[in-house]
């Protein structure tokens, strides 16, 4: 179980905002706020998917990076697609 003293319930990830697209992953992590505890479970259910979408994290991830190389391969630029 992963638990930060600063708890943030989400993570922006800096790109081109001028391409137009967003992703969004929701239950992609499993970190709790340190005043929610263990909300009463063994440690080893936050492995589980009773705490979190496993692998949600890694597939929007590799959507991201791939939308964004099959974008600059169609030479788009300022959220408009260039001559294909």
Do not use: N, W
């Not at 697209?21 to 499993?30: I, K, S």
């Amino acid at each position: 179980m992963t638990r930060d003293t600063l708890f943030s319930p989400f993570e922006i990830i800096e790109g081109d905002r001028g391409k137009g697209l967003v992703l969004v992953a929701d239950h992609a992590g499993r970190a709790l706020p340190d005043e929610y505890g263990s909300l009463g479970l063994p440690a080893a259910e936050f492995d589980r998917h009773i705490a979190y979408d496993i692998g949600v994290e890694e597939v929007t991830r590799a959507l991201a990076q791939q939308a964004l190389e099959r974008l600059a391969a169609l030479g788009c630029t300022e959220g408009r697609a260039g001559p294909i």
